[in-house]
Nanobody, 126 residues
Framework: QVQLVESGGGLVQAGGSLRLSCAAA??????????MGWFRQAPGKEREFVAG????????VHADSVKGRFTISRDNAKKTVYLQMDNLKAEDTAVYYC?????????????????WGQGTQVTVSS
């Protein structure tokens, strides 16, 4: 079982930066074997993949829309995954969710993830 809590969202001007954190309360070594992902959902839109990282942290994938601006990373000792967001744009405005999957790999489809956080709002003003 993995419980996820996101933090770090807020209001920022276009061109600014935010760092999201997702802390996991996981039983045993579950977090260290889980693949982690960040997703976002804007009003009226479907939830979309933003970035994912494998269990060891040595492989990551970023969506084309955020490539070069966002970076996912993880610290297994702290049971935390991060999303560094730079050069934010108005279209990045959304609720951001972190998620964990059981297979330890980077997965794009939301249905591949078994555990979800409650989400944190990111609003970028233009």
């Amino acid at each position: 079982q993995v419980q996820l809590v996101e933090s770090g969202g807020g209001l920022v001007q276009a061109g600014g930066s935010l760092r999201l954190s997702c802390a996991a309360a996981a039983s045993g070594s579950t977090f260290g074997t889980a693949g982690m992902g960040w997703f976002r959902q804007a009003p009226g839109k479907e939830r979309e993949f933003v970035a994912g990282i494998n269990w060891s942290g040595d492989f990551a994938v970023h969506a084309d829309s955020v490539k070069g601006r966002f970076t996912i990373s993880r610290d297994n000792a702290k049971k935390t995954v991060y999303l560094q967001m730079d050069n934010l744009k108005a279209e990045d405005t959304a609720v951001y969710y972190c998620a964990a999957n059981r297979n330890g790999q980077v997965m794009r489809p939301p249905e591949s993830y078994s555990y979800w956080g409650q989400g944190t709002q990111v609003t970028v003003s233009s």
